[in-house]
């Protein structure tokens, strides 16, 4: 059970240029998110997904793109990289089910970390 | 976008003292969590508080839901090196098991032995 897995661990882009983040869980989960963290800022949610083909938006939208064709994996897409987005990316993924621990339990990944030049 | 208020934004202390730190919002959230993260890694759920003034504790650690149901806070007990790492509150509106949280800013915490 290899959890939530993230790919690229590290990646440095040029200003415009696209690439995708993935994420992959191997928990059956049906729930999984995209957070970005900035210093000082905490996490923020930038989209999310209640299952395979449902998607919407978070907190900070703008400039990615998200899709959820299979249960296992959520990909984060850069259409056009900004400087601005330079962060650490977290993909995390939670259960449906109700009461207790495991409703509110999000399993996070090891992160990527972007460079946008 | 709203964020949490996270306080203190750093602490350095020894091996075995206490640790508070708290979380506030100038609104309402029906569920309230803490989660740590160690350098490099995502967060690990520490505690999960669901009623306002309940009181769950893991380990050397207490938290608190907040009677107002706008803060909440964590306690460390007899820390140790370990307990190295930042620290986030974060809060959910609503019903139902949704994903959308919001995060404090952390808390750094440091523990010299």
């Known amino acids: 059970n290899a959890g939530v897995t993230q790919t690229p661990k590290f990646q440095v882009l040029k200003t415009g240029q696209s690439m995708t983040l993935q994420c992959a869980q191997d928990?059956?989960?049906?729930?999984m998110s995209w957070y970005r963290q900035d210093p000082g800022m905490g996490l923020r949610l930038i989209h999310y997904?209640?299952?395979?083909?449902?998607?919407d938006q978070g907190e900070v939208p703008n400039g990615y793109n998200v899709s959820r064709s299979t249960t296992e994996d959520f990909p984060l897409r850069l259409l056009s990289a900004a400087p601005s987005q330079t962060s650490v990316y977290f993909c995390?993924?939670?259960?449906?089910?109700?009461?207790?621990?495991?409703?509110?339990?999000?399993?996070f990944g090891p992160g990527t970390r972007l460079l946008v030049l | 976008g709203q964020q949490l208020n996270q306080s203190p934004q750093s602490m350095f202390i020894q091996e075995g003292e206490d640790v508070s730190m708290n979380c506030t919002s100038s609104?309402?959230?029906?569920?309230w969590l803490w989660y740590k993260q160690d350098p490099g890694e995502g967060p690990v759920l520490l505690i999960a508080?669901?009623?306002?003034?309940e009181l769950t504790s893991n380990g050397r650690l207490t938290a608190q839901f907040g009677i107002t149901r706008k803060d909440s806070f964590l306690n460390i007990s007899a820390s140790i090196p370990s307990d190295v790492g930042i620290y986030f509150c974060?809060?959910?509106?609503?019903?139902?098991?949704?994903?959308?949280?919001?995060f404090g800013t952390g808390t750094l915490l440091a523990v010299q032995p």
């Open positions: 928990m059956n989960h049906e729930y």
């Open positions: 974060a809060g959910k509106r609503g019903g139902g098991a949704t994903n959308k949280l919001i």
């Open positions: 508080l669901y009623k306002a003034g």
């Open positions: 997904s209640v299952g395979a083909g449902i998607t």
């Open positions: 609104s309402i959230f029906n569920t």
């Open positions: 995390a993924s939670s259960l449906k089910t109700s009461g207790g621990w495991a409703q509110e339990t999000q399993y």
